[in-house]
């Protein structure tokens, strides 16, 4: 059976410093006077989340705390693209490009995966990204773009659907430049057909946020139960872009969160059968200034922390080595350094949990791939 | 690809489309429309009755324009090739108050920056009206404008030049820069266009010019920022290729501190200021360049340096293959941008001359189809429809579904141009569901009249009924496999039965949203 990678993207740059709290960090708190999360104390719901004495999960990250202690979780901190640009487009781009500094190249770091594997499978859902616009780390392959797959469907008048579909069919039979997106567009519509996505149930425990993410994630979970050979999928979450009024334990920052973790408890509980075949992986173009600013929120940032989910994983663990936060030790005008590359990461779970043995294709120039153990 | 257009018509049994355009679509059609004979179909009645078309004016009217709309054929054919170029190249000349007086409740269009500040700003309405009425706008000028060359260089300047329409204050200072900047200059000189987007009040908030001060000009505050300097060598001229360094990247950065925007409880709000105050005023080497500016220049050293830039044989190269990928193909051939850039040279960086090379090129006459990407697909398909538009934010929303909405690209890169970005199972889709609900009256605000676009008979055959649409739609025959697919949807298992009014009305819209929707309209 086919490994599945969901890559979700925290789209705006995400502050992995109250995602992840070093609480064990004087700096920390002495750089954030008002939106810092305070230092995990039983019984007091504000508080951290302890994970392992010296980090703590925001406290609207409830959900995973489950997850992190079934080892099904690790999480990286001070991880990221080493690429210094503040630039959320650069950055996004950048990192969806695989870090290749050649913008010329249009296909991102998963199209090439997914073309480098192509004979492994023919579905017409082998990659689907939800969203406007295909995710640019999928350009290159044949991937679904889509933003809700109920909404995917030939619509022309009922009664006539089914002739028109069928001359339709005809009409991008054969060679050209469209005929082969043409047909795999008709596949990817007969498939659905059956699968009827409008009538979904989840498995009990598992709710969805009800938003453009939850959907995606919800529906990501369908197609995976259909079995309709899925093996890469694609969702964001935005609004991380917090200069102001981010808040600390509450507040917007919180709320966003409350819905990013409960899309991945979600994904966890809806998919308890399938867990050894999953890999979730989450990331944020870059994360947050240290210290906050005069509006209550924090400025464009580097280092970051990131979530990987799945059964097999030596999760429960954070992983990374913390480079600390003393005004000598930050990146750039006063960031979080990154001591992993994001590169380790992912090529990581490319290479033993997709079977992908190719890196240099995935993230042509970089030959200093250090695998941190996240996959046994 | 090597494919020529010649090779890929004939590899889809369509040799017989350079036979030529129906004589009921010419400028010299007769009165009444002939019958479609049968049953050796259109294509093969076209070769007894049609003398003096040309093929190749087909394509020419093609890649001038977003598809030919009712009509245009046969002006296209009274005026020849050469003299349809000419026209096109020359804007000015063309009389365009038909669109004029469909834009003329788009009043902020022609506000200032300092007006729609203070009538839309934070204590006014909010920015959306100016937005919508911006991309309302583009889309109508796209589908009516005489003026289509132009359009569609205004379409690539402005990815070329992109600013997101999303960021900021550029909501309120887009309108400007594509009146002021984009518009006047888009088949002029480049170095002009050049000059006027470094201006641009939208492009200074873009790419973050306005927080580009000198080091300590503003106490504990700002300093350089290399945002604009960076997109202005890697994306507007030089490119990425070229050798130039972090060192030329800064020093081009302190070329422009000081280049800023009137802020709002200043004069002229929303409009270009230099502000001498935060200008790095020291000399500055640009080695990339060669250039050496020295001290004191002011807002002269960015103006030196904008000309040189333009005139630098490695932007002429970039620009002269931008416009043959657009023109030609995704992958032009590279003689003939060594030419444009040539000429483009040659001509002191004008668009106009540079494009008329192209046009007038025998690899333009022999370029293979491209994809249309989703703006030109929907405008393509309301101008063939002749479509009439009753402007609404739904229609807009049609291109994001599309994935193409005006000003809609974050990136500093533009929307990609080629057309394998494009290609993806949500995309056909997409453009699939348009084709279909434009054809069945769905389309939000647009009214088609399809019995009089196609010149049928009151009961013509299924064949006829196909035939008629590809000539209307396509100007072309469709292709045997298709055409016999779609005579099976119209005519079902009497294909020779004349149609019935009840019939007719069933079919015409599938059979017309089914030639909309075929990759042969799709490309271009």
């Not at chain 2, 492009?203 to 000198?214: G, H």
């Not at chain 2, 807009?396 to 533009?414: C, I, K, R, S, Y």
């Amino acid at each position: 059976m086919d490994h599945i990678l969901i890559c979700l993207f925290q789209r705006g740059g995400a502050d992995g410093l109250n995602m992840v709290v070093p609480h064990g960090e004087a700096a920390y708190y002495a750089a954030r006077p008002a939106i810092a999360i305070a230092a995990p104390r039983p019984g007091s719901p504000a508080t951290a989340i302890e994970l392992d004495g010296f980090f703590g999960l925001h406290p609207a990250l409830g959900d995973l705390k489950e997850i992190y202690d079934a080892r099904q979780l690790a999480i990286v901190h001070a991880c990221g693209s080493p690429d210094a640009t503040r630039s959320h487009f650069d950055a996004q781009a950048n990192l969806e490009r695989g870090l290749i500094s050649d913008h010329s190249e249009t296909r991102g770091w998963l199209g090439r995966h997914l073309a480098a594997t192509a004979g492994t499978s023919d579905s017409p859902f082998r990659a689907i990204g939800f969203g406007a616009l295909l995710q640019p780390s999928l350009r290159g392959s044949a991937a679904v773009a889509v933003r809700d797959l109920t909404q995917f469907t030939l619509r022309a008048k009922p009664t006539d659907l089914p002739r028109i579909r069928a001359a339709h069919g005809e009409i991008y039979r054969g060679e050209g430049l469209l005929a082969g997106a043409g047909q795999q567009t008709l596949a990817a519509l007969a498939l659905l057909e059956k699968l009827n996505p409008g009538q979904y149930k989840p498995a009990d425990g598992a709710r969805y946020p009800e938003s453009p993410y939850g959907l995606a994630l919800q529906q990501i979970a369908q197609l995976i139960k259909a079995d309709v050979g899925l093996q890469v999928a694609c969702a964001d979450i935005g609004d991380w872009d917090t200069h102001v009024n981010q808040g600390g334990s509450e507040g917007e920052f919180a709320a966003n969160l409350a819905e990013f973790g409960a899309g991945l408890h979600a994904l966890y509980a809806d998919l308890a059968a399938y867990h050894s075949r999953i890999t979730v992986v989450t990331m944020s173009e870059f994360g947050r200034r240290l210290t906050e600013n005069g509006g209550g929120g924090t400025d464009h940032g580097h280092g970051n922390a990131m979530f990987v989910m799945g059964g097999g994983l030596a999760g429960g663990k954070v992983y990374g080595s913390w480079p600390g936060l003393q005004a000598e030790q930050l990146d750039g005008p006063g960031d979080l350094a990154i001591t992993t590359d994001i590169r380790d990461i992912l090529g990581e779970i490319a290479q033993k949990r997709l079977g992908n043995p190719d890196l240099d294709g995935l993230f042509p120039g970089y030959n200093a791939f250090q695998f941190r153990g996240l996959v046994p | 690809m090597t494919t020529t257009r010649r090779d890929f018509l004939r590899s889809s049994g369509l040799a017989a489309a350079y036979l030529g355009i129906p004589a009921w679509l010419s400028g010299c059609a007769p009165a009444s429309p002939q019958p479609v004979a049968e049953p050796l179909g259109w294509a093969d009645d076209a070769t007894a009755t049609l003398a003096g078309s040309d093929p190749a004016l087909l394509h020419l009217l093609q890649r001038l324009t977003y598809g030919p709309a009712p009509g245009d054929l046969a002006h296209a054919n009274q005026l020849g090739a050469a003299a349809l170029v000419d026209e096109q190249l020359h804007p000015e000349r063309i009389d365009d108050s038909a669109l004029e007086r469909r834009l003329a409740g788009f009043d902020t269009l022609t506000m200032s920056s300092a007006a729609l500040i203070e009538r839309f700003g934070r204590q006014g309405e909010g920015p959306q009206e100016i937005m919508r009425q911006l991309q309302q706008a583009s889309l109508l000028r796209a589908v009516y404008s005489k003026r289509q060359l132009q359009e569609i260089m205004v379409d690539v300047w402005s990815n070329h030049l992109n600013i997101y329409l999303g960021k900021g204050q550029v909501k309120w200072l887009k309108t400007a820069d594509d009146r002021d900047v984009i518009r006047p200059h888009a088949l002029g000189k480049f170095r002009d266009l050049l000059l006027a987007s470094a201006k641009s009040p939208a492009m200074l908030v873009y790419l973050d010019n306005v927080e580009n001060t000198a080091p300590g000009a503003r106490q504990g505050k700002g300093g350089l920022n290399e945002n604009y300097a960076r997109e202005l060598l890697e994306l507007h001229t030089l490119g990425a290729d070229a050798s130039y360094d972090h060192d030329d990247i800064i020093a081009v950065a302190r070329v422009f501190t000081g280049w800023s925007i009137a802020r709002p409880q200043e004069q002229n709000a929303g409009s270009f200021v230099f502000r001498p105050r935060l200008h790095d005023s020291a000399a500055k080497q640009i080695d990339a360049l060669g250039l050496a500016l020295p001290a004191g220049g002011g807002v002269s050293d960015g103006e030196t340096l904008l000309a040189r830039l333009a005139s630098d044989p490695r932007t002429a190269k970039r620009i002269a293959h931008k416009l043959c990928a657009r023109f030609v193909g995704d992958a032009p051939p590279a003689a003939l941008v060594e030419r444009a850039a040539q000429t483009y040279l040659a001509s002191d960086t004008d668009i106009r001359a540079t494009l008329e090379l192209i046009f007038r090129s025998e690899e333009f006459a022999a370029a293979a189809p491209k994809l249309k990407l989703p703006t030109h697909a929907l405008a393509s398909m309301l101008r063939a429809l002749g479509a009439q538009i009753e402007p609404s934010p739904k229609l807009v929303a049609v291109l994001q579904q599309l994935g193409q909405p005006f000003f809609g690209w974050p990136a500093p890169d533009g929307y990609p141009q080629v057309g394998a970005a494009w290609i993806n199972t949500g995309g056909m889709l997409a453009r699939w569901n348009v084709a279909f609900a434009l054809a069945e009256g769905r389309g939000p605000g647009v009214a088609a009249d399809l019995r009089a676009l196609l010149p049928i008979q009151a009961q013509p055959t299924a064949a006829g009924l196909v035939d008629a649409a590809s000539a209307a739609l396509l100007h072309q025959p469709i292709g045997s496999a298709a055409r016999s697919a779609l005579v099976t949807y119209a005519g079902g298992a009497a294909p020779d039965k004349p149609l019935d009014a009840a019939a007719l009305d069933r079919v015409l819209p599938g059979v017309v949203g089914l030639v909309l929707a075929s990759p042969l309209f799709q490309l271009y």
